[in-house]
């Protein structure tokens, strides 16, 4: 595994990314080209939640998939929009036009967020196709598509139970018109794959369910799996991911509700819903 951490662009539009790129197999005796995830994720856009950033790249690289983490821009460095937006654009921009050099198959990237993430994920989904985020990474709008979105508890819309604090919402949005992701869909949105709780005490149900509503209009093809029960921010809701006992020593036994064997099934599914889509076996084995 060779991990690099670099920045892309330059100017006024740059943006750092990490990078796991799986050693090729020695005894295939070629290297391979492999499908991409670019990882968005969540923390409330004050942080970026490292629960969301290696363990989740380190599982798509074990499913052979190469994975980018995105630091995108945070409220303590000005509105997030749209410049979140344009630096995802750069990503998926700079992964398309050196597919080559990286071995990096550009029909087979999934653009996956985590909550707050997930929301970004979310709106780049319905606004790669304008003009505008075209013009501001300098590129032809098709170098800006993605094959697949992948959301896990994302919020959708700043009016649907978070943030309830007004000035976090315009630190986000600033003065972004387009900053609900439901009502930016259209039918060129990506295939999409989505998950959440009904009992999630951060961003509520309501955000999965509007979105849901908006994909089913358009025609976009979408599976969604709503779990019965769960906290806010599981990631992949296994011991590996869940807090500690000394995390909050007042509670020790806070870290226990992030392991949910049930939940956890949830990237089998996304990678099953992947090689259904992407013929996933016959793209390993044709090369």
Partial sequence: MQVTTKTLGQGRLTVQITLYQPTAIADFHQDVTRPLAIILPGGGFTFRSQREEEPVALAYAAQGFAAV??????????????????QIGLVVQHFRHHAAEYRISPEHIVLAGFSAGGYLGALYAGLWITDDLAYQVGCPTAELRVNALALAYPLIGLRLGWPTDPKLARAVAGDWPAHEADQVVTAQNPPTFIWTTQTDELVPV???????????R??????????????????????????????????????????????????????????????????????
């Fill in 69 to 86: 983490v995105v630091h995108y821009r945070l409220v303590d460095q000005g509105p997030v929009l749209p410049t979140a937006l344009w």
């Fill in 218 to 287: 358009a025609g976009v093809s979408v599976r969604a799996t709503i779990y019965d029960h769960g906290l806010h921010g599981l990631s992949l809701a296994r011991g590996m991911t869940a807090f500690p006992k000394r995390f909050r020593e007042d509670d020790p036994a806070f870290g226990a509700a992030f392991i949910q064997p049930d939940i956890a099934t949830w990237f089998g599914d996304e990678m099953a819903w992947l090689d259904r889509r992407w013929q996933l076996d016959d793209f390993w084995r044709n090369q």
């Fill in 206 to 216: 309501a955000n999965t369910l509007t979105y849901l509503q908006a994909l089913t």
